[in-house]
């Protein structure tokens, strides 16, 4: 399997963390999330050109800096439809299921609806996988509904069925504030965040 390495970089005022993916073999480069601080994000794509920028989700602390990026680059926009709305730029869409090339890497889009109506994650299937979850699951719990019921209940059930019972407790999720954390770390919580209703 071509590799992929993973860079991220803390950009403020809120703590976003935006990754850089860049396949191994080829060079070629993916940003997910262009939060904020386009010229720190400029350093943290350095030389090797942009050619996709994913949007986790409309939520304007996650794409600051997407015009500039996308412009200076020249590089396609992704996201939901069902988000791409909120956004300062065309995008093309992406849905549940699709597959994002990044040089001979391929990354699946996962819907995640609650947090926002198009939040998406994206899984590489590495040995550990590791998976990019914007907004819709952090160490500690999945993201904010802000007390909506149904898009809590629609956000734990998609967490659950697409992601935990899918993979394996050693997959890596890198969120999109803080740290990284495990699944297997996150796992023997479930039942409690259900309960909790957040």
């Known amino acids: 399997m071509a590799s992929l390495r993973v860079q991220s970089r803390s950009v403020g005022p809120g703590d976003n963390i935006a990754y850089l993916l860049t396949c191994e073999s080829t060079g070629e480069q993916l940003l997910i999330d262009a939060a904020n601080e386009p010229g720190r994000l400029f350093e943290l794509i350095g030389d090797g050109g942009l050619a996709t920028i994913v ?36 995008t093309c869409p992406v849905h549940d299921g699709d597959l994002i090339q990044v040089g001979e890497v391929d990354l699946e889009v996962i819907h995640l609806a ?29 993201g904010n509904t802000w007390g909506d ?9 998609d967490v659950t069925t697409k992601i935990f019972d899918r993979l ?3 997959t890596v999720v890198w969120p999109g504030h ?17 309960a909790r209703g957040w």
């Open 114 to 142: 609650g947090h926002t109506p198009g939040s998406i994650a994206l899984l590489y299937a590495a040995d550990p996988p590791q998976i990019f979850t914007g907004d819709s699951l952090f160490p500690g719990g999945v």
């Open 149 to 157: 019921s149904a898009a809590f209940a629609s956000l734990i059930d």
């Open 178 to 194: 803080g740290k990284p954390t495990t699944l297997g770390a996150e796992r023997p919580s479930l039942p409690e965040w259900r």
């Open 168 to 170: 394996p407790d050693e």
């Open 55 to 90: 949007t986790t989700h409309q939520h304007a602390d996650h794409w600051q800096a997407l015009a500039e990026v996308a412009a200076k680059t020249g590089a396609r926009v992704l996201a939901h439809p069902l988000d791409a709305d909120a956004l300062p730029v065309p």
